[in-house]
């Protein structure tokens, strides 16, 4: 079997993420784009890499917009088949923090952050969204002489974490209720 057609294959598995025939094509065709494509992954190079550059590009950009599906369902049937290969009860299982830089101001989701790529001594901000992606360790090594593979199996944005706050602050000049040891405390009997 080609890498190819394995790859269709799972595209094939696809379809019942999709209400219609047409958007499973149509995500399929975008699918291989991006991997056809050079440079930078935007749907419009992927548009182009598939010959598609004459023709209106609205229908491509519904499939994003207006389509109803589910991005996480993508994962089952690559989860199907590295489960297949995983023997024994426990899987492993890595998660990666992501994040993407962004320059719109008007993304509603996209939070400043610590930048990865700064220096320990020097904290830089990014504006930019967060990521986590779950991974199947998948163990090849038991029936190869290779490494052990990391299949993504899940990729969620996830909101900027907040801190909890415990309410307003104490009005008693920071004290947080209990007495200290050199104040006098008067019995009334």
């Not at 790529?117 to 290779?146: C, E, K, T």
Request: charged fraction near 20%.
């Amino acid at each position: 079997m080609t890498l190819l057609a394995a790859l269709l294959e799972i595209l094939s598995e696809w379809r019942q993420a999709f209400p219609q025939q047409r958007s499973w094509k149509r995500a399929a065709r975008q699918a291989l784009g991006f991997l056809a494509c050079l440079g930078r992954r935007t749907l419009s190079r992927i548009i182009w890499s598939n010959g598609g550059q004459q023709r209106s590009w609205s229908s491509e950009y519904f499939l994003h917009s207006r389509c109803d599906w589910e991005p996480q369902q993508l994962f089952a049937p690559i989860l199907r088949r590295g489960l297949a290969r995983c023997p024994g009860r426990l899987v492993g299982v890595a998660i990666d923090d992501t994040r993407l830089r962004k320059t719109g101001r008007l993304i509603r989701q996209a939070f400043y952050q610590r930048d990865p790529l700064s220096p320990p001594f020097h904290v830089n901000l990014m504006l930019g969204l967060r990521f986590l992606q779950a991974s199947l360790l998948v163990p090849l090594y038991r029936r190869a002489a290779v490494s052990t593979r990391a299949v993504p199996i899940a990729f969620e944005e996830v909101s900027p974490v907040k801190r909890r706050n415990d309410g307003p602050a104490p009005s008693n000049g920071g004290s947080t209720g209990r007495q200290s040891n050199n104040t006098t405390c008067r019995n009334p009997l």
